[in-house]
Protein backbone atom coordinates (compact mmCIF):
# COMPACT_ATOMS: atom_id res chain seq x y z
CA UNK A 1 0.00 0.00 0.00
CA UNK A 2 1.48 3.51 -0.76
CA UNK A 3 2.54 5.93 2.11
CA UNK A 4 0.85 9.30 2.57
CA UNK A 5 4.58 10.65 0.92
CA UNK A 6 3.96 8.10 -2.19
CA UNK A 7 0.22 9.47 -2.46
CA UNK A 8 1.73 12.75 -2.46
CA UNK A 9 4.37 11.88 -5.20
CA UNK A 10 1.71 9.87 -7.24
CA UNK A 11 -0.53 13.05 -7.43
CA UNK A 12 2.15 15.58 -8.42
CA UNK A 13 3.28 13.51 -11.13
CA UNK A 14 0.20 11.82 -12.57
CA UNK A 15 -0.90 14.43 -15.05
CA UNK A 16 2.93 14.11 -16.11
CA UNK A 17 2.44 10.41 -17.05
CA UNK A 18 0.66 11.02 -20.12
CA UNK A 19 3.28 13.73 -21.57
CA UNK A 20 5.93 11.11 -20.77
CA UNK A 21 3.96 8.26 -22.34
CA UNK A 22 3.82 9.99 -25.77
CA UNK A 23 7.13 11.46 -25.24
CA UNK A 24 8.47 8.15 -25.08
CA UNK A 25 6.72 6.62 -28.32
CA UNK A 26 8.08 9.45 -30.43
CA UNK A 27 11.55 7.99 -29.45
CA UNK A 28 10.40 5.10 -30.79
CA UNK A 29 8.89 6.61 -33.79
CA UNK A 30 11.96 8.49 -34.25
CA UNK A 31 13.95 4.97 -33.97
CA UNK A 32 12.06 3.77 -36.41
CA UNK A 33 9.17 4.55 -38.34
CA UNK A 34 5.98 6.74 -37.41
CA UNK A 35 3.25 4.62 -36.23
CA UNK A 36 -0.05 4.86 -34.56
CA UNK A 37 -3.91 4.21 -34.86
CA UNK A 38 -6.19 7.34 -34.89
CA UNK A 39 -9.80 7.38 -35.03
CA UNK A 40 -11.59 10.14 -36.94
CA UNK A 41 -14.98 10.92 -37.15
CA UNK A 42 -16.25 13.38 -39.85
CA UNK A 43 -19.38 14.17 -41.74
CA UNK A 44 -19.62 11.66 -45.10
CA UNK A 45 -18.87 14.90 -47.27
CA UNK A 46 -15.10 16.01 -45.69
CA UNK A 47 -14.67 12.29 -45.65
CA UNK A 48 -14.81 11.51 -49.45
CA UNK A 49 -13.49 15.17 -50.61
CA UNK A 50 -10.83 15.68 -48.16
CA UNK A 51 -10.17 13.24 -45.28
CA UNK A 52 -9.70 10.14 -48.11
CA UNK A 53 -7.40 11.74 -50.68
CA UNK A 54 -4.61 12.92 -47.44
CA UNK A 55 -5.34 9.38 -46.06
CA UNK A 56 -4.55 7.41 -48.76
CA UNK A 57 -1.00 9.02 -49.61
CA UNK A 58 -0.22 8.59 -45.39
CA UNK A 59 -0.95 5.00 -45.94
CA UNK A 60 1.33 5.12 -48.81
CA UNK A 61 4.31 6.55 -47.34
CA UNK A 62 4.04 5.40 -43.82
CA UNK A 63 2.12 1.69 -43.44
CA UNK A 64 2.35 1.40 -40.05
CA UNK A 65 0.15 4.15 -39.56
CA UNK A 66 -3.40 2.99 -39.20
CA UNK A 67 -6.75 5.04 -39.88
CA UNK A 68 -10.38 4.39 -38.68
CA UNK A 69 -13.10 7.46 -39.70
CA UNK A 70 -16.46 7.08 -38.25
CA UNK A 71 -19.05 8.90 -40.18
CA UNK A 72 -21.12 11.34 -38.16
CA UNK A 73 -23.12 14.19 -39.44
CA UNK A 74 -24.20 15.17 -35.32
CA UNK A 75 -22.05 16.59 -32.88
CA UNK A 76 -19.89 14.31 -31.41
CA UNK A 77 -17.86 14.57 -28.18
CA UNK A 78 -14.45 13.36 -29.29
CA UNK A 79 -12.91 13.40 -26.22
CA UNK A 80 -15.85 10.87 -24.04
CA UNK A 81 -15.91 9.37 -26.71
CA UNK A 82 -12.61 8.46 -27.39
CA UNK A 83 -11.78 9.83 -30.93
CA UNK A 84 -8.40 11.11 -31.28
CA UNK A 85 -9.73 14.07 -33.86
CA UNK A 86 -13.20 14.88 -35.65
CA UNK A 87 -13.89 17.14 -38.67
CA UNK A 88 -16.47 20.06 -38.28
CA UNK A 89 -17.22 23.39 -40.12
CA UNK A 90 -14.96 25.91 -38.42
CA UNK A 91 -18.16 27.44 -36.75
CA UNK A 92 -18.66 24.64 -34.49
CA UNK A 93 -15.59 23.80 -32.69
CA UNK A 94 -15.49 24.49 -28.92
CA UNK A 95 -13.11 26.80 -27.60
CA UNK A 96 -11.00 24.40 -25.62
CA UNK A 97 -9.96 22.77 -28.91
CA UNK A 98 -6.90 23.07 -31.62
CA UNK A 99 -8.95 23.71 -34.73
CA UNK A 100 -6.34 23.16 -37.97
CA UNK A 101 -8.13 24.54 -41.21
CA UNK A 102 -8.28 21.73 -43.92
CA UNK A 103 -10.81 22.72 -46.68
CA UNK A 104 -11.62 25.73 -48.22
CA UNK A 105 -14.91 27.91 -48.01
CA UNK A 106 -18.31 25.50 -48.04
CA UNK A 107 -21.58 26.72 -49.59
CA UNK A 108 -25.14 24.81 -49.50
CA UNK A 109 -27.02 24.70 -52.73
CA UNK A 110 -31.23 24.32 -52.28
CA UNK A 111 -32.02 21.80 -55.79
CA UNK A 112 -34.69 20.20 -57.33
CA UNK A 113 -35.56 18.55 -60.83
CA UNK A 114 -36.75 20.77 -63.42
CA UNK A 115 -40.07 18.59 -63.41
CA UNK A 116 -40.30 19.43 -59.51
CA UNK A 117 -40.16 22.77 -59.54
CA UNK A 118 -42.49 22.90 -62.71
CA UNK A 119 -45.32 21.03 -61.14
CA UNK A 120 -44.60 22.69 -57.40
CA UNK A 121 -43.21 26.31 -58.63
CA UNK A 122 -40.41 28.01 -56.99
CA UNK A 123 -39.94 29.27 -53.91
CA UNK A 124 -38.67 33.14 -53.90
CA UNK A 125 -37.61 33.38 -50.19
CA UNK A 126 -37.09 30.30 -47.32
CA UNK A 127 -39.89 31.05 -45.58
CA UNK A 128 -42.24 29.26 -49.27
CA UNK A 129 -40.22 26.26 -48.41
CA UNK A 130 -42.65 25.40 -45.68
CA UNK A 131 -45.10 24.51 -48.55
CA UNK A 132 -42.78 21.87 -50.30
CA UNK A 133 -41.52 18.91 -50.63
CA UNK A 134 -37.94 18.84 -48.67
CA UNK A 135 -35.50 15.96 -48.21
CA UNK A 136 -34.44 16.17 -43.95
CA UNK A 137 -31.29 15.23 -42.86
CA UNK A 138 -31.19 13.46 -39.81
CA UNK A 139 -28.18 14.76 -37.24
CA UNK A 140 -28.11 11.12 -35.56
CA UNK A 141 -25.63 11.95 -32.55
CA UNK A 142 -27.60 15.14 -32.17
CA UNK A 143 -31.34 13.37 -31.99
CA UNK A 144 -32.69 16.32 -34.41
CA UNK A 145 -33.26 17.02 -37.99
CA UNK A 146 -30.88 19.92 -39.53
CA UNK A 147 -32.65 23.03 -40.00
CA UNK A 148 -32.16 24.74 -43.27
CA UNK A 149 -29.79 28.17 -42.66
CA UNK A 150 -30.26 30.99 -44.94
CA UNK A 151 -28.16 34.31 -44.68
CA UNK A 152 -28.95 37.89 -46.75
CA UNK A 153 -28.20 41.08 -46.08
CA UNK A 154 -27.41 40.25 -42.79
CA UNK A 155 -30.66 38.47 -41.88
CA UNK A 156 -30.13 34.85 -41.07
CA UNK A 157 -33.14 32.72 -41.23
CA UNK A 158 -33.05 28.98 -40.09
CA UNK A 159 -36.12 27.01 -41.58
CA UNK A 160 -37.41 23.72 -39.91
CA UNK A 161 -38.37 21.93 -43.53
CA UNK A 162 -40.84 18.69 -43.63
CA UNK A 163 -41.08 16.12 -46.41
CA UNK A 164 -41.16 12.40 -47.31
CA UNK A 165 -37.73 11.40 -46.91
CA UNK A 166 -35.32 11.93 -44.02
CA UNK A 167 -31.87 10.46 -44.59
CA UNK A 168 -28.51 10.92 -42.54
CA UNK A 169 -26.32 10.32 -45.23
CA UNK A 170 -25.48 13.22 -48.56
CA UNK A 171 -25.36 11.35 -50.98
CA UNK A 172 -28.66 9.87 -50.27
CA UNK A 173 -30.14 13.44 -50.33
CA UNK A 174 -28.48 14.33 -53.76
CA UNK A 175 -30.45 10.82 -55.00
CA UNK A 176 -34.11 11.29 -53.84
CA UNK A 177 -33.35 15.10 -55.48
CA UNK A 178 -32.41 13.28 -58.63
CA UNK A 179 -35.22 11.27 -58.55
CA UNK A 180 -37.54 13.93 -57.88
CA UNK A 181 -38.82 13.62 -54.79
CA UNK A 182 -38.46 17.04 -53.63
CA UNK A 183 -35.64 19.77 -52.60
CA UNK A 184 -32.68 19.10 -51.20
CA UNK A 185 -30.26 21.41 -49.21
CA UNK A 186 -26.16 19.68 -50.12
CA UNK A 187 -22.73 21.26 -50.49
CA UNK A 188 -22.75 22.84 -54.28
CA UNK A 189 -19.58 20.66 -55.22
CA UNK A 190 -21.41 17.26 -54.70
CA UNK A 191 -24.02 18.61 -57.52
CA UNK A 192 -21.58 20.87 -59.83
CA UNK A 193 -22.34 18.14 -62.30
CA UNK A 194 -25.73 17.33 -61.63
CA UNK A 195 -26.41 21.99 -62.24
CA UNK A 196 -24.37 21.56 -65.45
CA UNK A 197 -26.08 18.77 -67.31
CA UNK A 198 -29.38 20.32 -66.23
CA UNK A 199 -30.59 17.10 -64.12
CA UNK A 200 -31.00 19.43 -60.99
CA UNK A 201 -31.72 23.72 -60.89
CA UNK A 202 -30.81 25.47 -58.29
CA UNK A 203 -33.04 27.88 -56.59
CA UNK A 204 -32.82 30.43 -53.50
CA UNK A 205 -28.95 30.91 -54.44
CA UNK A 206 -28.59 34.39 -52.94
CA UNK A 207 -29.93 33.66 -49.62
CA UNK A 208 -26.74 30.77 -49.88
CA UNK A 209 -23.32 32.57 -48.93
CA UNK A 210 -19.96 30.72 -48.26
CA UNK A 211 -19.34 30.18 -44.71
CA UNK A 212 -16.09 28.52 -43.28
CA UNK A 213 -15.12 25.19 -44.29
CA UNK A 214 -14.38 22.06 -42.54
CA UNK A 215 -11.44 22.38 -39.97
CA UNK A 216 -9.53 19.11 -38.24
CA UNK A 217 -9.79 19.88 -34.12
CA UNK A 218 -8.04 17.92 -31.01
CA UNK A 219 -7.75 18.71 -27.50
CA UNK A 220 -5.73 21.50 -26.73
CA UNK A 221 -3.94 19.27 -23.86
CA UNK A 222 -3.35 16.45 -26.32
CA UNK A 223 0.18 15.24 -26.55
CA UNK A 224 0.83 15.17 -29.88
CA UNK A 225 2.63 12.21 -31.65
CA UNK A 226 5.21 12.61 -34.81
CA UNK A 227 2.81 9.91 -36.30
CA UNK A 228 -0.36 11.87 -35.82
CA UNK A 229 1.70 15.43 -36.41
CA UNK A 230 2.30 14.20 -40.06
CA UNK A 231 -1.37 12.99 -40.04
CA UNK A 232 -2.52 16.88 -38.92
CA UNK A 233 0.50 18.14 -41.89
CA UNK A 234 -1.40 15.84 -44.53
CA UNK A 235 -4.68 16.79 -44.23
CA UNK A 236 -3.78 21.04 -43.45
CA UNK A 237 -5.24 23.42 -45.94
CA UNK A 238 -2.31 24.87 -48.44
CA UNK A 239 -2.84 28.30 -49.31
Not at 14 to 27: M, P, S, V, W
Not at 28 to 44: M, N, V, Y
Not at 71 to 91: H, K, P, W
Amino acid sequence: MPTEAGDRLLATVGNHLDGIEAGLAELGELRDKPAGHFRITSTEHAAETLLWPAMEKIANSYPDITLEIVIDVGLSNIVTERYDAGVRIGEAIEKDMIAVRIGPDLEMAVVGTPAYLEARGLPESPQDLVGHNCINLRLVSAGALYAWEFEKDGRQINVRVDGQFTFNTSGLIRKAALAGHGLASIPVDQVQDDLASGRLVRVLADWCPPFSGYHLYYPSRRQNSLAFRLLVDALRLRS
